[in-house]
């Protein structure tokens, strides 16, 4: 294993105490028990957003805390849920009386985590509400899933929420804009290379010279196949159909498309997939009327990436656009 | 070899593709010959910034083209210096008659093919300077250059002349600026594998299971020393203390802090590397008033970093702050 770290148990204490120093001006960092929150939580009237999960995916999710995006995030060990605790201090902290709103990547210990964390702040007498992300369309159920996985399309659910949180919305209005993210957002991955979790020290699989596996999840979990390298064309194609399908998009819609790295793989590739994404696309007479390419939701180092369509709506456009400054995703209008 | 590609020989075309497809509000992508404007170029009275160098680095060049950085980038072959033919016809593209500032890294193609553009440049009647970088305090001359590399302070430079040059001000001063980035900045690579060219299909070099390389180019040119892997903030100090002491920074001073991936490290280990160089610094009583964490100059897949040291006054805080829009920086005040 070769890694740029000290103490492989103590990767996510020492990380977050680099995103302390690195952002000051952006986040507060509590490291035990560990969790993220944005700089000015409370914010007075404003749903709270909480999300997390576990650690190597960065820059999810404690690079999307901040000004219109989440309001905190609870990192837990690499690839593995963070517990309840961290999440109900999270939720203290950013509540500001007008309710909490979780997005949870759909996993089994995500999901049972955060469960029990939004019944020990209902006792507190916070209100909280969850949506739980599922658009990875490559499988069923998984290793860590009952049914689909959470995977790209959390990233878009965190800004668009985030950005309706942060113009006020109501805590019904903010699930409701999120439940719409996640119905209309299908996604799927592939890897080339697997990646090491520092405390196992070993790959999480192994691919031959040769191979590639389509439908991977974001953890190394098996996908749909194990097939020979083809061109990026090819790749790009064996992604995109079944999130077409599965979303059933028509000519004339409009989307955003989102070209995502899982850690090791160069810009440079990501661009040749999107060329082609875009192509194909545009032949079926869709538009694609906002674009993210890199690395936003990845399995530490791994090679590979993941292609997510998200059908849009003039509002849903309108709150992708608006304005949002966090350490990964910055803008205004 | 493992990559995301159609055909090798076409890689960089079809990212430029990509890259043209992916930000249309942004950029004109130039393939024949192949250079990328932004958007609204020329601008009335602005001093035109022309980049570039050869492809795998990304998002440099290309990323940093557009309001408050670049005006132009010229991307040649993965790891070749562009020719001097797209070059001029960026400059000619970008030229609105108060001169163009061509900010060029310290590699020996890279300088005699912008020298050969500025003169070509000049018998149009436009006026041209070059700012050679070389801040790379690894090595004095290496494989591909005479005197030191260029490496992450050309980012730095690029964003601050950027901004220099968006407000108006004159060549000669954007070249000042420049000049003093510079002067100011010097930077430190390390890796722990190599990567590969896709048109070379083999690795630049290689590193034993158990061994990394200190001072490594960008190109994966050999560095200072070879040696036996060691924790993460072992290896921060192995390239911190030339850096700092090269730069002769002493207590008291201000700087932006920088801890760049090679493309193929996770962003939690930069993370680990920012924390320990940021208390090193503060043991130091050096104030680190800005950072930069990220995949910004990148050698493709190569698992490594490099950190770079910016002495910081007030004007080039102000310049660093001021308002950016590429595909790869962005941010207003």
Chains 1, 2 share one sequence.
């Not at 007479?285 to 993941?306: C, K």
Request: hydrophobic share 45%; net charge negative.
């Amino acid at each position: 294993m070769k890694k740029i770290i000290n103490d492989p148990t103590k990767v996510v204490d020492e990380a977050l105490e680099g995103v302390a120093a690195a952002h000051p001006d952006l986040l507060r960092v509590n490291l035990d028990p560990p969790y993220v929150v944005r700089r000015d939580a409370p914010r007075p009237g404003k749903v709270g957003l909480v999300s997390g999960g576990g650690s190597g995916h960065e820059p999810l999710h404690v690079g999307y805390v901040g000004m219109g995006m989440l309001d905190a995030a609870c990192p837990g060990a690499v690839f593995t849920s963070p517990t309840p605790d961290p999440i109900v201090e999270a939720t203290k902290a950013v509540d500001a009386g007008a309710g909490v709103l979780y997005i949870v990547k759909n996993y089994t210990g995500d999901v049972l985590n955060f469960e029990t964390a939004a019944e020990l702040a209902a006792a507190e007498d916070i209100e909280v509400q969850t949506v739980v992300i599922n658009d990875d369309v490559a499988v069923e159920d998984s290793l860590y899933t009952a049914g689909r996985r959470g995977v790209g399309g959390t990233v878009l659910a965190e800004k668009i929420a985030g950005a309706a949180a942060e113009r006020g919305a109501p805590l019904a209005d903010v699930v409701k804009v999120c439940r719409r993210v996640n119905d209309n957002v299908r996604s799927m991955g592939m890897a080339l290379t697997p990646c090491t979790v520092p405390h196992a020290g070993k790959p999480t699989f192994e691919l031959g010279e040769n191979e590639m596996e389509i439908g991977i999840g974001i953890h190394g979990e098996p996908g749909r196949e194990r097939m020979p390298l083809e061109p990026a064309d090819a790749i790009v194609e064996r992604l995109l159909v079944p999130v077409i399908s599965d979303l059933g998009l028509s000519s004339g819609e409009r989307v955003l498309l989102f070209v995502n790295g899982m850690g090791g793989t160069p810009l440079m590739e990501l661009y040749v997939a999107y060329r082609h994404a875009a192509r194909f696309l545009a032949d079926r007479n869709i538009t694609v009327e906002r674009s993210l390419v890199g690395n936003y939701i990845t399995s530490l180092e791994m090679a590979g990436m993941s292609i997510t369509v998200l059908r849009l709506d003039e509002e849903l456009v309108d709150l992708w656009d608006a304005p949002v400054h966090t350490a990964a995703l910055r803008w205004r209008a």
